[in-house]
């Protein structure tokens, strides 16, 4: 076992000495009790002590609720509009700036509310397993199922690492139980998610969604590394046996966690990684998965790293037996477990990896007109990267209940500091520099749009990805999609040959050409804010409207 991956003492003596005293002054906090980096079986304790709607599962996960917010409040994000980060920051929907004093004012709000605690948890650990890229990140919060998180999620620093830790590069204040004040300008809602890049302080408030904290991170990651020449990246990686890496890029629901899982591959990471002039590396310790419908036969590998030290989200369980029913969708659909990357069998530890062999874009389409597998082109992965498309499903971003066509530049718009051109020129190099094959996977619906069609079998996605892993699809014969002019496989080993097609998928072709014409249209739209800036082969890329064949 590696020993950076076990930051806990081993005997209570130690974990006395080291963790019980620890001054937060500097931050303006003082507490009577502040436990730093306390063992997972501190925090079930602190959690089942303090927190309602805590309780132990059957497997020994620590069951946690996160009460209203059930996911991520993209809408009630902000960030501070110093004159320093002006030029970088691609102000917006997904940027929208907040003035310094407003986010001054949500910092104080968040630190007087913390001093009012009798006792506050911090986790001091690591983002970005390379180590030339490795920032220091503290969290500071109220709840010790945010600090289990916390801990799972960002890279468990050693003994000696924890003892010479020194001042974080970033600080988390969680004070998700306090309602954001909302008469601060820029403050639209009781909840607030606000992020100053230049003092590398965020603020949580309102929300006691996890999540929020590891995609705070993310986004710290999105602003820092590209100004390093490091392409950060929403996607999964794993690692084959001769080293061949695989990225999986995907918006929310699309299948990085549950593809990324694979028991002929070593795990770099299922959500968050940066590409190097090296390679990948992860910049997460842990995993965060759906746990919605989780069938231990389909995803084996997730479902038993559902145990003691997992943090289980907002589960339905038997009170008696605390047997959870993943199943029940009756909190959220967006039930979600994190656990630390070693709880997967075959992590690759550590989470890092060569330059990718294979670079695969997932698509979850409800319109199920994507093929469920093809081949592009450069322009074309520069096209689709760019426009990001998918479904959002129901469940990690509050409101969204049921399939909508959404289009996320860069497969991950919602983390994005910098304009999407950035990421993509960043892609682009790699993708020359190293010829790697880029592929699209739809892992949505077949046989029909939403409502009337299924969603892609798990066994075929699973089957068309190893054939992408062990070579053969490659060779396969491929034709030209009419409308998205990607090249598409006549077979693929354990898929039936007429579900490579879409069109013979559905019942009536004229109105899969009808859908198909409807997707193409809004690729169009979208890419319009983009059109200036991209050069004419990926705007020849685009799908074609109009001219069918
Ligand atoms: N054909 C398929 N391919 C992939 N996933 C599928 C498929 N059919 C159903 N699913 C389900 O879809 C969900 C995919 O979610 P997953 O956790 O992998 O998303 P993700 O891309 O990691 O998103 P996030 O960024 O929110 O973590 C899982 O619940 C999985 O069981
Ligand atoms: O952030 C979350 O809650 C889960 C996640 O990975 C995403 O939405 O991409
Ligand atoms: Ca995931
Ligand atoms: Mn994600």
């Given at each position: 076992m590696n020993t950076t991956l076990n930051g806990q003492p081993d005997t209570p003596q130690k974990t006395r000495s080291l963790h019980v005293t620890f001054s937060l002054a500097k931050h303006g906090i003082e507490v009577a009790e502040v436990l730093r980096n306390p063992a997972p079986a501190r925090l079930y304790e602190e959690a089942l002590a303090h927190e309602k709607g805590s309780a132990i599962s059957s497997t020994g996960a620590l069951i946690a609720r996160s009460g209203e917010k059930t996911g991520r409040s993209p809408k009630d994000k902000r960030v501070a509009h110093h004159p320093e980060v002006t030029d970088d920051v691609w102000w917006g929907d997904v940027n929208i700036e907040m003035e310094p004093d407003s986010f001054d004012a949500l910092q104080q709000q968040a630190v007087n509310y913390l001093n009012t605690r009798d006792r506050l948890y911090v986790i001091d650990a690591y983002a970005g397993w390379d180590p030339r890229y490795r920032v220091k990140v503290r969290v500071i919060c109220e709840r010790a199922y945010h600090a289990l998180f916390m801990h799972n999620m960002?890279?468990?620093?050693?003994?000696?690492?924890?003892?010479?830790?020194?001042?974080?590069?970033?600080?988390?204040?969680?004070?998700?139980r306090l309602a954001a004040n909302q008469e601060l300008p820029g403050v639209t809602s009781s909840t607030s998610v606000s992020l100053c890049l230049s003092r590398g302080e965020f603020v949580i408030l309102g929300t006691e969604y996890a999540g929020e904290m590891k995609k705070g991170v993310f986004t710290i990651m999105n602003y820092i590394m590209p100004k390093q020449g490091v392409l950060s990246m929403?996607?999964?990686?794993?690692?084959?046996?001769?080293?061949?890496?695989?990225?999986?890029?995907?918006?929310?629901?699309?299948?990085?966690?549950?593809?990324?899982?694979?028991?002929?591959?070593?795990?770099?990471?299922?959500?968050?990684?940066?590409?190097?002039?090296?390679?990948?590396?992860?910049?997460?310790?842990?995993?965060?998965?759906?746990?919605?419908?989780?069938?231990?036969?389909?995803?084996?590998?997730?479902?038993?790293?559902?145990?003691?030290?997992?943090?289980?989200?907002?589960?339905?369980?038997?009170?008696?037996?605390?047997?959870?029913?993943?199943?029940?969708?009756?909190?959220?659909?967006?039930?979600?477990?994190?656990?630390?990357?070693?709880?997967?069998?075959?992590?690759?530890?550590?989470?890092?990896?060569?330059?990718?062999?294979?670079?695969?874009?997932?698509?979850?389409?409800?319109?199920?007109?994507?093929?469920?597998?093809?081949?592009?082109?450069p322009a074309q992965a520069m096209y689709h990267f760019i426009s990001g498309y998918t479904a959002k499903v129901a469940g990690t971003e509050m409101g969204v209940t049921e399939p909508q066509a959404t289009f996320s530049a860069c497969f991950g718009a919602p983390f994005l500091v910098l304009h999407p051109t950035h990421y993509a020129e960043l892609l682009a190099e790699k993708i020359r520099a190293t010829g790697v094959q880029v592929w699209l996977v739809n892992t949505g619906w077949t046989g029909g749009p939403y409502g009337e069609g299924r969603r892609m079998s798990l066994a075929h996605t699973r089957a068309i990805i190893d054939a992408i892993h062990d070579g053969s699809l490659k060779d396969q014969e491929t034709v030209t999609d009419p409308t998205f002019g990607v090249q598409v496989p006549l077979q693929c080993h354990g898929v039936p040959d007429e579900v490579l097609i879409p069109a013979k998928t559905w019942a009536d072709p004229a109105a899969y050409e009808e859908m198909a014409q409807h997707l193409a249209g809004l690729f169009h739209k979208n890419f319009q804010a983009y059109a200036d800036q991209a050069s004419p082969e990926i705007v020849a890329a685009a799908p074609r409207v109009g001219e069918m064949a």
């Open positions: 960002l890279i468990r620093p050693n003994r000696e690492e924890l003892a010479d830790f020194g001042e974080p590069d970033y600080t988390i204040y969680n004070a998700g929403h996607c999964s990686a794993n690692e084959g046996h001769d080293g061949d890496v695989s990225v999986f890029f995907g918006l929310s629901g699309t299948g990085k966690t549950t593809l990324s899982a694979d028991p002929r591959r070593r795990l770099i990471g299922d959500d968050e990684h940066c590409w190097t002039d090296e390679g990948v590396f992860n910049i997460e310790g842990g995993c965060y998965a759906k746990a919605i419908g989780l069938d231990p036969r389909a995803e084996p590998e997730i479902y038993n790293a559902i145990r003691f030290g997992a943090v289980l989200e907002n589960v339905v369980y038997d009170p008696v037996t605390r047997e959870v029913d993943y199943h029940d969708g009756s909190i959220t659909e967006n039930t979600r477990c994190s656990y630390p990357i070693e709880f997967i069998p075959n992590a690759r530890l550590p989470c890092v990896g060569g330059t990718p062999k294979n670079v695969i874009f997932l698509t979850c389409d409800a319109f199920s007109v994507l093929p469920p597998v093809s081949k592009l082109t």
